[in-house]
């Protein structure tokens, strides 16, 4: 199979993993581009859910592939201003704000952006073998896909610069323990754990699921004032789906409900 991102759908979840395994699924255009498709069709499509994003082979994502910016076969430096803007900037924007749960099950190695785009994710896994890796100061780079952001409110300024600037692999246990990830698995069950999780939500109310996700992440910038006052909007937007009233009749009538998503 030649594709760069494969997609399967079952039951609500949208399954994409990163398809160039003998590149550690590093990103060239051509993935970030059937990635984004992907995406677009998650938010576009009600049957879809949740998402879940993992790599195929040994590793989960390595970043940007390097292969597409050797300097000994161009003229001059590349804009990768233009990279981010066109390509790791939407990117990130289509997992925050997809109003559905994203599930990652890192299989691997997440290196650069790879590492930045499974803690853009709202519930991530990680095989025990797999390790977080801030490569861009092995190569002069600044973190990016929201690195800089997500790092010091997961971890605090001494974690995240400590991580950012020396580049040491962080191992899924350790960032499981700091709270950038939800937890570290055997490798074994971490396919079969991540899917559960995403059939789970899938299953479940999608449109308070979506709203409280929207909630959380503008907490980040909220304060307490503004956020009691965007939780009583979405309340009432969420007290108007047919989930709700499902819910509390299913919990009326001691049967478990039947969610639809709507
Ligand atoms: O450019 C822009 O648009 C700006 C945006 C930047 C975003 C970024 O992500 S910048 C950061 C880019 N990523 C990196 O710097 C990570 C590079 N990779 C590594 O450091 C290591 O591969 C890992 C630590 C991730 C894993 O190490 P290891 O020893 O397990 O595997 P390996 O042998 O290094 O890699 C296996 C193969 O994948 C190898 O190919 P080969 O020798 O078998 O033909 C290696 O070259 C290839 N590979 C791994 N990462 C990349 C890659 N090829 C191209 N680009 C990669 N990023």
New binding site residues.
Partial sequence: DTETVLSAFADGVLRLTLNRP???N??NEEMHLALRAELERAHQDPSVRAVLLTGAG??FC??????D?DPRQSDGP?D?GR??EL??NPLIRLIRGLEKPVVCAVNG?A????ANIAFACDITLAARSA?F?Q??A??G?VP??GGTWSLPRLLGEARAKALALTAE?LDAETAANWGLIWKAVDDAVLLDETAALAARLAAGPTKGLGLTKRAIQMAATNSLEEQLELERDLQREAGRSADYAEGVAAFLEKRKPGFTGR
Wanted: hydrophobic share 45%; no cysteine; aromatic share 12%.
């Fill in positions: 003998d590149k550690l590093a990103f040994r590793g390595a970043g940007q592939d390097l292969g910016r590349p990768l990279t981010i390509f790791y190695a290196a650069g952006a790879g390790r890796i490569a861009f092995r190569i780079l990016d896909s692999p």
